[in-house]
């Protein structure tokens, strides 16, 4: 990063990293609106004040209490906070620059050079009003960001809006306001690189042995798309190891032929390996061609690993794995439209077959390829193709991008979520829009009422002089109803003033319905005192933003209604509670469908060594990488036990050869799966909350 601020051409304009060093998702913090600012502030000025300690905590907007290294997870990698080490970060001049003048050009610039479609969504409204669902369009048209939703542009747009560059000219129709447009006058556009421009260094790629040579000589396109998908278990030795170095070691010991115990053995001493951790080992080490059964547990390098023992070069174990496992060198010229293992991870499932998006398998390919020199890291761990890299991937077969088929999914899933909106979905946007329109107060008390209903409560729509809004009942979990009374105030500035609320009105309204607790809805509560006056008397604030998005993450994650009385609780430790049930509600899910996946690719490759079934131990060391934090094997038990229930019985367990430990192998396909699950419940879809 320049610390001297965004560079600048000769007419002052900001100029973007190149588009590949650009990320493609834009921040998204707590609060909504005008929050979001005041959230950014806060974790910027926590960094300043903690010495940038990760461990350290800082209170968001949404009253809950976050870790720095959590807080700054999203707007980190926009430039807004750079690392200093693995426990300390910092706010750079860029971002300082903003902080000190408050200057919403400040964080555009700051937003232009490290965000994709920025600028460039400004210039895509400067034209004419836009809508939302056109500025989705010409991301995919024009810049190559196939979203499925229009979640992305929305959060450009809410950025932009609170920034003063855009205006809504209907409901629909965006336009620029005058601040806008002086502010795309100063952004230089870019875009993405579509041709890689070639090394100015002239390279020769170094000849490999004959057996190697074949191996790479022998691949078509239907070879290619029959690779493996997960990489596997390889040992590291507590990281001291490398990986190129750790495969050399085992395919060594296995040199010219070993026993499985022996194999184990020097497992054990060299990489401190469990048994469990061994047999995870073994099925990469045959799946990558570097080992082969020779006999009854006996174990020899092929004849591709036997060239690369005498050989030594990492590019020829590449070459070897190129053959073995889908997205090796098909990274290299993906690095020109994503340099960063997440994106790469979810380009290489949508390109190219990857069964899911396995950021931590990439990342492993990625130390490969670096081995070899066929890519250069960057700063921040993206990553750019040497010119060996460049040179390799004209000469060696890859695999055919799967992009057409990918065009024809997002067709389906753009006429799926604009042609025929969820419920969810349009309720939220009807919370959004009611909480700013003046005219109609009573639109947000009856918005508020549904978006109660939805996450479960008895809520109904009262209104009128003297009485509350809305009047809503929830059952705790051992079955208490707790009665809550809300209060709406709609507020064209987008923000509730302290003299449109009476505090002493809602005390009242509490005892008259016995409620235990109250809400106060609205598009924003940034002016005056409302927020201390709210918490002195008690009284939850909730903007329409914010509750817009948990109907939208309860669609999408389910939780019970008892849980969302933390959302109601005025005490800021709810907040964390009910966050805290969430994400672990969503890891639970997340770690299912990540299980399923795992042990339907092994079933489909099965090999002596597993026979198609793993053990919890296998399992963790495959997907432990794929969630934070990482999941238990007591958490994988439990995803097992359910494949397993009478109800679903898509597993089978096996204790071959006396071992004590399970192991577990899928013997319907996940698509089967789905349907079970999806019959237990159509089975409930007779049954109403009266019955």
Not at 81 to 110: C, G, I, K, N, Y
Not at 185 to 197: A, D, S, T, V, Y
Not at 631 to 654: A, N, Y
Request: glycine share 6%; aromatic share 6%.
């Amino acid at each position: 990063m320049n610390e001297s601020g965004p560079e600048v051409v000769e007419q002052g304009a900001v100029v973007p990293l190149p588009w590949a060093s650009r990320i493609s998702s834009m921040p998204s913090l707590p609060g909504g609106g005008r929050n979001q600012v005041h959230t950014l502030m806060r974790i910027l000025n926590a960094v300043d004040a903690e010495d940038g300690l990760a461990t350290a905590t800082v209170e968001i907007a949404d009253g809950t209490v976050r870790k720095l290294r959590d807080a700054v997870k999203q707007i980190s990698p926009a430039g807004l906070v750079s690392t200093v080490d693995r426990q300390h970060f910092a706010v750079p001049q860029e971002a300082r620059r903003w902080m000190e003048s408050q200057d919403p050009l400040a964080l555009l610039s700051l937003f232009h050079r490290h965000v994709r479609y920025v600028g460039e969504m400004l210039d895509a409204i400067s034209v004419e009003p836009t809508s939302v669902r056109m500025l989705k369009e010409t991301a995919a048209t024009e810049y190559q960001l196939e979203w499925s939703t229009a979640d992305q542009v929305r959060r450009r747009m809410a950025w932009m809006l609170v920034l003063g560059l855009v205006e809504y000219r209907t409901n629909d129709l965006i336009q620029l306001t005058d601040l806008g447009h002086e502010a795309l006058g100063r952004l230089q556009l870019g875009g993405p690189e579509r041709m890689p421009q070639p090394s100015a260094v002239v390279v020769e790629v170094p000849a490999s042995p004959a057996a190697i040579k074949a191996l790479v000589e022998q691949l078509d396109q239907n070879t290619l798309g029959r690779r493996s998908s997960p990489f596997g278990y390889i040992p590291r030795g507590n990281g001291e190891t490398s990986i190129v170095d750790s495969l050399y070691l085992l395919v060594n010991a296995a040199s010219p032929h070993i026993t499985r115990a022996d194999l184990l053995t020097f497992s054990k001493e060299t990489f401190r390996m469990s048994e469990s951790s061994f047999g995870a080992a073994l099925t990469t080490l045959t799946k990558s061609g570097l080992l082969e059964q020779t006999g009854f547990n006996v174990y020899s390098p092929t004849s591709p690993a036997t060239a690369w023992l005498e050989s030594q070069e990492p590019l020829d174990l590449v070459l070897i794995l190129h053959a073995k496992f889908l997205a090796m060198l098909e990274l290299i010229p993906l690095l020109y439209e994503s340099d960063k293992a997440p994106d790469l991870a979810r380009a290489a499932h949508s390109y190219f077959g990857l069964t899911r998006v396995d950021v931590g398998g990439i990342r492993t390919r990625l130390q490969l390829l670096k081995a070899a020199g066929l890519i250069s890291e960057l700063a921040n761990w993206r990553f750019h193709p040497t010119p060996l890299g460049e040179r390799l991937v004209q000469e060696v077969p890859l695999q055919d991008s799967m992009s057409e088929n990918v065009a024809e999914i997002s067709v389906s899933d753009e006429s799926r979520h604009d042609g025929s909106q969820s419920s969810a979905e349009l309720l939220a946007k009807e919370l959004e829009w009611a909480s700013v329109d003046g005219e109609s107060p009573v639109r947000l008390e009856k918005a508020a009422a549904e978006a109660l209903s939805f996450l479960g409560f008895e809520a109904r729509h009262v209104g009128g002089g003297g009485n509350t809004d809305v009047l809503a009942t929830v059952e705790s979990a051992d079955g208490t109803p707790v009665r809550v009374i809300v209060d709406a105030k709609s507020a064209r500035s987008g923000s509730v003033n302290e003299g449109a609320v009476s505090f002493d009105t809602l005390a009242e309204h509490k005892d008259k319905h016995e409620a235990d607790y109250v809400v106060l809805v609205g598009p924003g509560f940034d002016s005056g005192r409302v927020r201390p006056r709210a918490e002195q008397h008690g009284v939850r604030l909730l903007s329409a933003s914010d509750l817009g998005q948990l109907i939208r993450r309860h669609e999408r994650s389910p939780l019970s209604a008892s849980e969302f009385i933390s959302l109601v609780d005025p005490d800021s430790n709810a907040g964390k509670s009910l966050e805290a049930v969430w994400v672990q509600a969503e890891r639970r899910r997340e770690l299912f469908a990540q299980i399923v996946a795992v042990l339907a690719q092994e079933a489909r490759e099965a090999d002596e060594v597993t026979k198609g079934a793993l053990s919890p131990e296998q399992l963790y060391l495959i997907v432990r990488d794929e969630l934070d934090p990482r999941p238990t094997t007591d958490d994988i038990g439990d995803v097992l036990k359910l494949l397993e229930h009478p109800l679903i019985g898509s597993v089978r367990r096996s204790t071959e050869g006396g071992s004590r430990v399970s192991s577990y192998r899928l013997v319907d396909s996940p698509q089967l799966v789905r349907e079970k699950v999806s019959s237990i419940s159509a089975s409930l879809a007779g049954i109403d909350d009266d019955n």
